[in-house]
Nanobody, 120 residues
């Protein structure tokens, strides 16, 4: 499974930003897709996840109600729409493929990070 994240950048606090993750490889649709982030000086943490089939979603409490994860099965992409962004959302964001979990070790496949910076 190969994952390619894109869409990071600089955004003002309160504004929106969207990330996208293109997934390819055998049996990619059998995996849960997740987004994690790592802020400077902190450990990588769970953000959101979604199943390819059925579209069940799960969110970290810190982003619930502000971030929306979605998938496009035809294009094999998973998107993360981030609204009402806060400076504390500044981090490198990673997409991952794995199991229904908020733990990093539940995801054996990772894309490269894409940097998101929120200015106050």
């Amino acid at each position: 499974v190969q994952l390619q994240a894109s869409g990071g950048g600089l955004v003002q606090a309160g504004g929106p930003l969207s990330l996208s993750c293109a997934a390819s490889g055998r049996s990619v649709s059998t995996y849960v897709m997740g987004w994690f982030r790592r802020a400077p000086g902190k450990e990588r943490e769970f953000v959101a996840s979604i199943t390819w089939r059925g579209g069940s979603t799960m969110y970290a409490d810190s982003v619930k109600g502000r971030f929306t994860i979605s998938r496009d099965n035809a294009k094999n992409t998973v998107n993360l729409r981030m609204d009402r962004m806060k400076p504390e959302d500044t981090a490198a964001y990673y997409c991952a493929a794995g199991t229904w979990s908020q733990r990093q070790d539940g995801y054996p496949y990772w894309g490269q990070g894409t940097q998101v910076t929120v200015s106050s």
